[in-house]
């Protein structure tokens, strides 16, 4: 069965590191893009990164661009988040998602995990 599933959420103080996980199973994770999204209370879910399925390109939003890093490692079928100087704003359920087709132009499947939360405390 396809799975994503995400961990490493938790609560920090404002400044602040986490790594987030998103190990897949159920399909051949290394033919699909992989992004991060996150949606915070009230708010319509948004692109935090992005990386192709060999992991050479990459994208982010503004907002993350020089804090957070998106990485992944296809023999273990995870992709990782790591974010740094973290502030409150970034206080949100972060969701992985994978798809088929490019990073940019996205096509075909497309899955879903449960998400995991993160709260930054000011």
């Known amino acids: 069965q396809v799975q994503l599933v995400e961990s490493g959420g938790g609560l920090v103080q404002s400044g602040g590191s986490l790594r987030l996980s998103c190990a897949a199973s159920?399909?051949?994770?290394?033919?699909?893009?992989m992004n991060w999204y996150r949606q915070a209370p009230g708010k319509e879910r948004e692109l935090v990164a992005g990386?192709?399925?060999?992991?050479?390109?990459?994208n982010y939003a503004y907002s993350a661009k020089g804090r957070f890093t998106i990485s992944r490692d296809n023999a273990k079928k995870t992709v990782y988040l790591q974010m740094n100087s973290l502030k409150p704003e970034s206080t949100a359920v972060y969701y992985c998602?994978?798809?088929?087709?490019?990073?940019?132009?996205?096509?075909?499947?497309?899955?879903w995990g449960q998400g995991t939360q993160v709260t930054v405390s000011s």
């Open positions: 998602n994978a798809h088929e087709g490019l990073l940019c132009n996205p096509g075909g499947r497309e899955y």
């Open positions: 159920g399909f051949t994770a290394s033919s699909y893009a």
């Open positions: 990386i192709s399925s060999d992991g050479f390109s990459t």
